[in-house]
């Protein structure tokens, strides 16, 4: 129960990452903010993770917003501290991806990944940093991604943001690191989601032999870094990457 009495927000929560990020968090004790992305797409998946919550004793509620649109980040921000009062740990890992090689990446697929995957980050932020350091505590995690470290073919676009991201975690690490608020980043390689998942067979098969752990990740893998990272037990690490992936990059 190292997050007992802790408010966790999870963006992106009702699949892959993010619902294995929920899930953990909750059963460490934090009481957790679900956000999803659709009523019709979402919505149920994030609900069915609340219950399972729920079923556990836990508290979880599901609040839509599209994290690439600041006027609906700051509406759920109401609608959560209306309910939890305050947020104590920011997860942002809600994020998509839109491959494409650069020679026939158009600026709109460009632009909708940095959108969501670093804009987003960008809104969450600041939407919840505020209330941390008014408290005098917080907890900030930030999903990045492998790509971000080594680039991929056909991912500019993503590679960019998740390289962002990194920068944007160091740089707020530094400004808040007076406040009790800690800001990490978390790089994870492959790891067995729909992301993966719908990469054709021979091509995911190039990537695992390159993993000196031989395997892709699972999300639950993930979801303990987070925990670390959200739990007291690293109240001196800041502006840390962490790498969760089985040694394809170190
Ligand atoms: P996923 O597609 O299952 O999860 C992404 C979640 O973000 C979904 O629930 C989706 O609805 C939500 N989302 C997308 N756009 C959103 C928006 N505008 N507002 C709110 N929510 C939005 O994929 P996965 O794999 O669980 O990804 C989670 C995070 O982990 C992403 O940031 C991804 O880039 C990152 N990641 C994933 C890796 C993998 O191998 N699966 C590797 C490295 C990083």
Redesign the pocket.
């Known amino acids: 129960m190292r997050l007992k009495g802790r408010v966790a927000v999870v963006?992106?929560?009702?699949?892959?990452?993010?619902r294995a990020i929920a899930l953990a968090v909750a059963e460490e004790g934090a009481d957790v903010a679900i956000?999803?992305?659709?009523f019709q797409r979402?919505e149920a998946s994030a609900q069915a993770v609340a219950q399972a919550i729920e079923r556990k004793g836990g508290t979880a509620e599901t609040f839509q917003?599209?994290?690439?649109d600041p006027a609906q980040v700051l509406q759920m921000r109401d609608a959560i501290l209306q309910r939890f009062e305050r947020v104590d740990i920011l997860v942002n890992?809600?994020?998509?991806?839109r491959d494409k090689s650069f020679i026939n990446m158009d600026y709109e697929t460009w632009k909708a990944v940095l959108s969501?995957?670093l804009d987003?980050v960008f809104y969450c932020t600041k939407a919840f940093l505020e209330g941390m350091t008014a408290r005098g505590y917080g907890r900030i995690i930030n999903?990045?991604?492998?790509?971000g470290q080594i680039g991929n073919f056909g991912q500019a676009n993503y590679a960019a943001a998740?390289a962002g991201l990194l920068g944007l975690t160091k740089a707020v690490a530094r400004e808040v690191a007076g406040k009790g608020i800690t800001v990490n980043a978390v790089a994870?390689?492959?790891?067995e989601?729909?992301?993966?998942t719908a990469i054709p067979e021979d091509v995911q098969e190039r990537f695992r032999v390159q993993i000196p752990l031989q395997r892709f990740g699972k999300?639950e893998e993930v979801a303990k870094a987070v925990v670390f990272l959200a739990s007291e037990d690293t109240s001196y690490i800041t502006g840390h990457v962490l790498n969760v992936n089985g040694g394809m990059y170190m």
């Open positions: 963006t992106g929560g009702s699949s892959g990452i993010g956000n999803f992305l659709n979402n917003a599209d994290v690439s890992n809600a994020g998509i991806n969501v995957d987003g999903i990045s991604s492998i790509v998740k994870p390689g492959f790891i989601t729909e992301m993966v999300p």
